[in-house]
């Protein structure tokens, strides 16, 4: 080949575009946000800077890895916490390059704590799931009895929320009884114990009604009741389920499972528990309302009567007239016999409910309460004075076994402790020297000598 097709072949050859940093770096910068797009990161908060400016600038970063960030002024103000260094965070955005400097970084548009936010969506994806299963349907709830006999309560039995729903029950409808479910109501173990309950009760169905209740607290107490167990177990339970959990503003998987949801455990108590005031005033609006109608058919009667015996009057009809007054006479008895035996007997309906009511009088448990404080007042006065008596033969027993370990025990028996003069104890005749002098310590008291002669250990004898 000739040097001119080799020159010809070079100028044919495309030739290689040539990029500036500022267009690579702009680039770059395009192929990275259109190529990701909208991305969630997960991770610690650190070297965060807030400049005068507004914006946010700091690192994400886990153990082994770690992205710079810059959040806007605009976007800050929809911060709903105080970021610090060291906490772990969601952040929302778009992955970019800061051309200047080359630097790859995520613009952020929205921060939120890690814990709360995953928690959140975990709670609205179980929420659709379950909702597309037909597990919350409105068909397949069941209606709640009118008049419960044994009302079930599924909740701690140290928590306040019990308390209050007794309170209600109590106050609202002593007729029916209560049974308790304890279980514990925050934590790991809460769901399963949860589950286990419903269980037991659906199996039981000495229950008309059960109330599932917890008082408030934030998502992280309440997410015992966002299981998925729960809910189906919830479902499955053959006695209707009345949820109130937590504060008026707290939605739970529980909530939408639950075949009627109040939005306190006292509200649920409310809600299953008629109200004993407004049926006795319903009682008395109905034998109200009775009286009214027998006074209106009597007044018709009465003014039919009059409209007959005109007629009557008026035609003379002597053995008709003596016919229809014989037949009003006997509706009219009648008439006095119904009213009479309707009074008699809601009267005695009412001496029945009042019967059935006493023996649900508060004053009983109070002084079968009162008895047992006693008991237990003389049970505790018998059980401290044995541990005072034990505590005295104790303190005796040590008073006499430190009188036989004591030194002074050892000086009574003729013994002494030996000093030199700088107080230092003396155990070897090897360490003084004849005219020194030293300090014996007996039992009665202190002596000073001055040391004569010193005998070693082989001029003892």
Known sequence: MSSADIMGASAAAPTPPVFTVTRLNREVRTLLERGLGVVWVEGELSNLAQPASGHWYFSL?????????????????GVTFTPKAGQQVLARGRVSLYEPRGDYQLIVEHLEEAGVGALQREFERLKAKLAAEGLFAREAKRALPRFPRRIGVVTSPTGAAIRDVLHILGRRFPPAAVRIYPVPVQGAAAAPA???ALALASQRADCDVLILARGGGSLEDLWAFNDEHLARAI???TVPVVSGVGHEIDFTIADFAADARAPTPSGAAELVAPDRQALLEALQRTGARIGATMNRELRAAAARF???SARLTRADPGLRLAHQAQRLDDLEQRLTLAVRSAVQEARHRLTRCEARLLPHSPQ???DALRARIDALAVRLE???SAELSQLDHRVMLAQRTLQTASPLATLARGFAIVTRADGSLLRDTAAVRPGELIEARVASGRLQAQVGRVFGPEEEG
């Open 235 to 237: 479902r499955a339970c």
């Open 61 to 77: 970063k886990d153990r082994e890895a770690q992205v710079r960030c810059a959040m806007f002024r605009m976007r800050t103000s």
């Open 194 to 196: 949860i589950v286990e």
């Open 364 to 366: 009983r448990r109070t």
């Open 306 to 308: 009059e409209a007959a």
């Open 382 to 384: 018998r059980h401290m």
